[in-house]
């Protein structure tokens, strides 16, 4: 498959038309919130198509990618929305309206499986083995053809990905169980911002 990669500096040009359901994902510098920057956001019509904003890590202003993280109307697919809505509230200020995750929705599905990355759903449901090997690198500099790849292999697929998770949930009527989880994220993340990371929940 043949994928339109643009690379954008700082924010998304004005005007530009995704549709109303794009899937999204962030590059940072480490998983430390409050330490490692946030590089990269990454959004996909779901048309072969990836939108890569390397942000302005001084300043941090994308008003045209705020306002459409922002718009309720408009789904976003997220996989492990959890540590990509932390990082995109401390960094850009944005509580992430209208979120799906596919992680959630594998764990919650997929329960004939351990393995809920990304990598092991693109190969069940698109049957592609995509490559990891540039998870670790570097995203804070110039970026090569094979990184930029990577971060398009991240969002082109989700779209399927979320499709036939849905299937399954529906299918194992556990959808209401999904969207329950849905509604507790954005505490979640509230709680991850806190430094609250163990399961409040356990005894």
Same mark, same amino acid.
């Given at each position: 498959?043949? @994928? ?38 990454? /959004? ?5 198509? =990836? ?10 202003? =994308? ?13 976003? /697919?997220?996989?492990? =929305? ?39 759903? @693109?190969?069940?449901? @698109?049957? /592609? ?31 399927? /990905? ?31 911002? =806190? ?9």
């Amino acid at each position: 498959m043949e @994928i339109n990669i643009k690379l954008h500096s700082e924010d998304l040009p004005d005007n530009l038309d995704l549709g109303n359901t794009i899937s999204c994902d962030g590059e940072f510098g480490g998983l430390q919130v409050f330490r490692d920057k946030l590089h990269l956001i990454q /959004i996909s019509s779901g048309k072969s198509d =990836a939108h890569i904003i390397q942000l302005n890590r001084e300043t941090y202003k =994308a008003p045209n990618l705020v306002k459409l993280l922002k718009e309720k109307k408009i789904k976003k /697919i997220f996989h492990f =929305a959890r540590s990509d809505l932390a990082f995109i509230k401390h960094y850009l200020g944005v509580e992430v309206e209208n979120v799906e995750c596919t992680k959630i929705m594998s764990k919650l599905g997929r329960s004939y499986s351990d393995r809920h990355g990304l990598k092991e759903l @693109i190969k069940e449901f @698109i049957g /592609i083995d995509v490559s990891k090997q540039y998870q670790s690198s570097d995203f804070g500099g110039e970026l090569t053809p094979a990184q930029l790849k990577y971060c398009a292999n991240d969002v082109i697929y989700l779209h399927k /990905i979320y499709d036939e998770l849905n299937k399954i949930l529906i299918r194992e009527k556990r959808k209401t169980l999904y969207e329950d989880c849905l509604k507790f994220l954005k505490t979640r993340v509230d709680l991850d911002l =806190a430094s609250f990371k163990d399961d409040i929940w356990s005894h």
